[in-house]
């Protein structure tokens, strides 16, 4: 197997495990502790960590087909970006109350967009 495929089907696995665990925390750990507020902020920042660590398993599983694509390892590097600075600010976000993260956030938002976006132009490029 190509080894960047490699790469991101672990790095996909990896993140869903984790935001099982994260998930878990926030719903027995956090739900007593957090403002519903700060609650529905945690629970955005966890399901955007899982749509996208599903991302890079597709990424890595696409990969296989076109080992050669920098776009879609471009793709995949953004997702994980994303899942850092996006889910990771509101996860700092919402248990700390730091509220000037909430300016860093939309960066990871655009990781996310970018991701998609080359993603989406990697398979447009190879059904030429």
Same mark, same amino acid.
Do not use: D
């Given at each position: 197997?190509? =080894?960047?495929?490699? !790469? ?13 665990? !994260? ?6 750990? &956090? *739900?007593? *502790? ?8 945690? %629970?955005?920042?966890? %399901?955007?960590? &899982?749509?996208?660590? @599903?991302? &890079?398993?597709?990424? $890595?599983? #696409?990969? #296989? %087909? !076109? =080992? $050669? +694509?920098? @776009?879609?390892?471009? +793709?995949?590097?953004?997702? @994980? ?7 990771? +600010? @509101?996860?700092? &976000? ?11 956030? =939309? ?18 490029? *190879?059904? *030429?």
């Amino acid at each position: 197997m190509n =080894p960047t495929a490699r !790469l991101f089907l672990i790095l996909g696995a990896a993140n869903a495990a984790l935001v099982v665990v !994260l998930g878990a925390f926030g719903a027995h750990g &956090l *739900r007593l *502790r957090l403002t519903p507020e700060m609650m529905a902020i945690y %629970q955005t920042g966890v %399901q955007y960590h &899982l749509f996208h660590a @599903l991302g &890079l398993l597709a990424v $890595g599983l #696409t990969l #296989t %087909q !076109l =080992p $050669g +694509s920098a @776009l879609l390892r471009w +793709s995949g590097w953004l997702m @994980l970006a994303g899942i850092v600075i996006f889910s990771g +600010s @509101l996860y700092i &976000l919402s248990t700390t109350g730091w509220r000037w993260l909430g300016a860093v956030t =939309p960066v990871g938002g655009l990781s996310f967009i970018v991701a998609w976006v080359l993603f989406a132009v990697a398979l447009v490029k *190879r059904a *030429r």
